[in-house]
């Protein structure tokens, strides 16, 4: 089985984010920079399959260098060879002239199935999975939180307010991967060592022959405003009294309710 | 914020810009290693130590062990957390790859197992003494010893002990009455009692693996007739699968202060008189062997001190800058003025400096007798393998006091910067205190380990390891003396360094003429007093490394006046770290290294109170 895991590095849940003064992007200083949580479980469900069936896994990004430091964790866990998209044109690509690219990678390669997240955790945008479905003309199912592979077909469960969803679909598909799907296994050692001889193939806009060319543009980063302090209730210090004093504010002063 | 247990930007300062461990990587060893490898094992490290230990830290010390039918259960969460760390290969990461290991550099490792007993010290203790006796196995086991038990150790699949201490030998392990029997097939009947043994039973693995010090029947006693023996818990068949039990009966578990996680059992080896052992190395040579093991552990048992300390450190930082309590010093007369958070009061600053500065240090030392070990490995001459070799064998009874003394002190000092809440188990830094306190104890306690550093390590080569050791801090302050902005405090190390080699030298001299007295009663403070020049020494090496590269940063972003300094670290990461790590040096300087000297002259001025008060004087 072939299967891809298109994974993007992104900084850490917990890195401070501070935009540039002005507003052109984010600083990178002092940036952790990681695997996007929700690629981490389509490269654990590609490792899976790929323990399941055999086969290879190849994982592709589209990033700047420091992007490298992402694939070799994903060959690290397991996976057998990269591709990585690295050209300056593509560092402000949106979410299509992302899925361009990646498609031109992919294009050109065998494969049964791939995994995107279901959104990254920085532009949260969500649409990369779709859009690349589209653009090679297979079927897409999002949010998967279960995934039952047989054969050519592939049974996926998605989760939709108060009930799931199960969607079956041929194969190759795109599946794009949420939190449930399965838990991410850690690099081992000899993993990454091992990492370190494993082929990665760099590429730019021209060598996949796509132009870069985003159709949305950011205009400006801001940050958001600064949440003004919060507000103690202690008028009356039972329960009831603090309750009667949130009621009024609620009313009069948020006028929320 | 950082993950609470490590800063894990201090040891890639440490490592990369302090040791600079890059140079190993031009050794035939080394070779296969760039910085990027190892910044993705220090990586994975953190995840594991934050994500998969972290978690066991609490929930460990309150289920704690169980003895139930004879059978000892580690704490239920424990379990995950160990198979996860095995299979990532933890165990024998600094090993050659001929064993199962990765072979990076110890250096490196040290900094992996700072996190991980950040994270929780108790479980580590599994793994680590599983490492230890694998490595005995390793360097003194026969060919199929080894393909019996090592490898199934360094992978984690069974677990390892050290069985030395006994009800009547403790300090004194010479004293032991376990015996070996010679059997007819060359193997031994062992019989006798260990009591304190860390993961003596556990039910992490499905086998044990004992090393067992006793003596064979007939030998002399003392530390000379001692042999050593591999005892499993269950018999190993040939073809590897377990087979009978091996007599080898646990008697309970102790109840515990702290490390709750570990257990810490009474084993009855041949109570029924069916427990057999196969010697391992040769007869009568078990201490020299179980050395081995005892100096590994003698570095681990430091390196919990620095774990806790750091966890404690960060943690104490954290609360700090949250706790919102009293007025500013300077609104002291304003009614109206507003609570501050309490890192703005002068004695919490200074409780965290103490702290930092202490921390920082500790690291530096740990990690330089790790990378005195990958220098021993990589050495090309006999000549530069004695001389790192000479610098662990004298740093290893340092590490383990000198740095569990401070971590105590630390943890203690970050239970004082919570207040009340650090006293009470809502919060971790109680039980980083009780956890801690072993440290002083196992392994040889402090005050053992201050006799092995004035009685044995000083006059090693004739001396020739201290005199190194003096030559590398004389040239550390010739550098720093020339450094406008540390000058001043390199002088403070220099005054420092010469009172304490000045004392060593006052040791040998009344060692000589047969008067070891003083130096066997003032040991503990004589290690103390070498442990901070030590210290001062590595904050002020790297307060150089710092200093240039702050100067680089202000230099770059155009910072000259103190304003603009100053408003540059509140924006930048990297110059905030680099003006913390000269702080800590001066600190330091001011606070320790200014009390060296008179200490010093405390000890020489030769008062034996101690020794000539009665034992009816001590108390009514
Ligand atoms: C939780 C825990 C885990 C342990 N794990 C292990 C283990 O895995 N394996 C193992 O073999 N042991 C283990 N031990 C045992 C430990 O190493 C001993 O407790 C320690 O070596 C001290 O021995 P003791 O308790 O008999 O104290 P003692 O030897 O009775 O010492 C009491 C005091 O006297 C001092 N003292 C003794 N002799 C001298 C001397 N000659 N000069 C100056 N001072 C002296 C000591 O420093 C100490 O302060 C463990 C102990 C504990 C509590």
Redesign the pocket.
């Known amino acids: 089985m072939n299967i891809i895991a298109c994974v993007k590095q992104v900084p850490d849940t917990e890195a401070q984010i501070k935009v540039k003064a002005d507003g052109s992007g984010i600083d990178e200083g002092g940036i952790k920079w990681v695997m996007n949580p929700y690629d981490e479980f389509g490269v654990e469900e590609a490792l899976r399959l790929k323990e399941k069936f055999g086969g290879e896994v190849t994982i592709v990004c589209l990033g700047p260098a420091r992007a490298m430091e992402t694939i070799r964790t994903a060959l690290a866990m397991g996976a057998d060879k990269g591709i990585h998209i690295d050209d300056p044109a593509l560092y402000e690509a949106d979410s299509y002239a992302t899925a361009e690219a990646l498609a031109a990678a992919i294009k050109g390669l065998p494969y049964d199935i791939i995994f995107c997240g279901q959104r990254a955790i920085d532009d949260d945008s969500g649409q990369v999975g779709s859009i690349l479905a589209e653009l090679l003309g297979i079927p897409v199912v999002t949010m998967v939180t279960k995934l039952e592979v047989e054969g050519n077909s592939a049974k996926a469960t998605r989760p939709i307010e108060g009930a799931q969803l199960v969607i079956s679909t041929s194969l190759p598909c795109v599946i794009t991967a949420t939190k449930g799907l399965n838990e991410p296994r850690y690099a081992s050692l000899p993993g990454i060592m091992k990492a370190k001889k494993k082929p990665v193939d760099i590429k730019n806009a021209a060598a996949l022959g796509v132009s870069g060319a985003s159709k949305a543009k950011v205009v400006k980063f801001v940050p958001p405003p600064a949440r003004p302090p919060g507000k103690i209730i202690c008028a009356d210090d039972t329960p009831e009294g603090k309750a009667a004093e949130l009621v009024k504010l609620l009313r009069e002063e948020a006028k929320v309710i | 914020m950082g993950n609470l247990l490590v800063n894990t930007r201090d040891q890639q300062f440490v490592l990369f810009e302090q040791l600079k461990i890059e140079d190993l990587f031009k050794t035939e060893r080394f070779k296969d290693f760039t910085k990027e490898d190892l910044l993705m094992i220090l990586n994975e490290a953190e995840k594991m130590a934050v994500e998969v230990i972290a978690p066991t830290l609490k929930e460990g010390d309150k289920q704690g062990c169980r003895f139930e039918n004879g059978k000892v259960y580690v704490p239920d969460c424990y379990h995950a957390a160990y198979k996860t760390y095995c299979e990532a290969g933890w165990i024998a990461a600094a090993e050659d790859p001929e064993v199962g290991g990765q072979g990076i550099p110890a250096s490196v490792q040290f900094a992996n197992m700072e996190l991980f007993g950040a994270a929780n010290y108790a479980f580590c203790m599994y793994p680590g ?1 599983t490492h230890g006796a694998a490595g005995l196995i390793k360097n003194y086991g026969t060919e199929e010893q080894k393909n019996k038990y090592m490898y199934k150790l360094y992978s984690g699949e069974w677990a390892g ?5 006994e009800p009547g ?4 392990v010479g004293a032991l009455k376990t015996s070996a029997k010679r059997l007819p097939d060359g193997k031994f009947l062992i019989t006798g009692t ?7 039973d556990h039910n992490l693995t499905p086998n044990i693996i004992h090393p067992v010090l006793a003596r064979i029947e007939g030998d002399p006693p003392g530390t000379k007739g001692i042999s050593i023996f591999i005892v499993p818990k269950y018999r190993v068949n040939d073809d590897g699968s377990l087979g009978e039990f091996n007599d080898v009966v646990t008697g309970g578990i ?1 109840h ?1 202060m702290g ?1 709750k996680g ?1 257990a ?1 059992a009474t084993l009855n080896f041949g109570e029924n008189g069916n427990c057999i052992g196969e010697l391992l190395g040769k007869e009568r040579e078990g201490m020299r062997i179980m050395f081995q093991m005892m100096n590994e552990a003698r570095l681990g048992t430091g390196m919990q001190g620095l774990d806790l300390g750091s966890a404690a450190f960060e943690h104490a930082v954290a609360y700090a800058k949250e706790r919102i309590q009293g007025k500013a010093i300077w609104e002291m007369n304003n009614p109206d003025a507003k609570s501050v958070a309490i890192i703005n009061h002068p004695d919490i600053r200074r409780k965290l400096m103490w702290m930092k500065c202490h921390v920082e240090g500790l690291r530096s030392l740990c990690y330089f007798t790790a990378y005195c070990i990958d220098r021993m490995h990589v050495a090309e001459t006999p000549e530069e393998k004695e001389k790192w070799e000479g610098f662990l064998n004298l740093l290893t009874p340092i590490v383990k006091a000198y740095t569990t003394d401070k971590g105590l002190l630390i943890c203690s000092t970050a239970i004082d910067v919570y207040g009340g809440y650090g006293y009470c188990q809502e919060y971790p830094v109680e039980q980083y205190l009780r956890d801690e306190k ?1 440290a002083q ?8 380990q201050a ?1 092995d550093l004035v009685g044995r390590k000083l006059a090693q080569r004739k001396g020739a390891n201290v005199m190194n050791m003096a030559m590398l801090i004389q040239q550390n302050i010739a550098r720093a003396k020339g450094v406008p902005e540390l000058g001043k405090y390199a002088a403070i190390l220099e005054e420092a360094a010469n009172a304490c080699f000045d004392l060593t030298m006052y040791f040998a001299q009344v060692g000589k003429s047969g008067d070891f007295l003083i130096p066997i009663l003032y040991a503990c403070k004589f290690l103390e007093i070498f442990g901070d020049v030590l210290l001062g020494h590595f904050l002020i090496d790297g307060a150089c490394v710092a200093n240039e590269k702050l100067q680089a940063i202000y230099e770059e972003k155009k910072a000259y006046s103190i304003g603009q300094k100053k408003a540059l670290e509140r924006e930048d990461k990297e110059a905030a770290f680099y003006s913390g790590r000269i702080a800590s040096a001066k600190f330091f300087a001011n606070e320790i290294l200014t009390t060296v000297k008179a200490r010093c002259d405390a000890i020489k001025a030769g008062e034996k109170v101690p020794l000539e008060i009665t034992d009816e004087a001590f108390t009514y």
């Open positions: 003494l002990t050290m069985c030395l201490t030998a403790g300090s004194d260990k009591i304190f043994i860390s993961s003596g102790e515990k490390i570990s810490t072993i104890i196992y392994e040889g306690t402090n005050g053992i006799l």
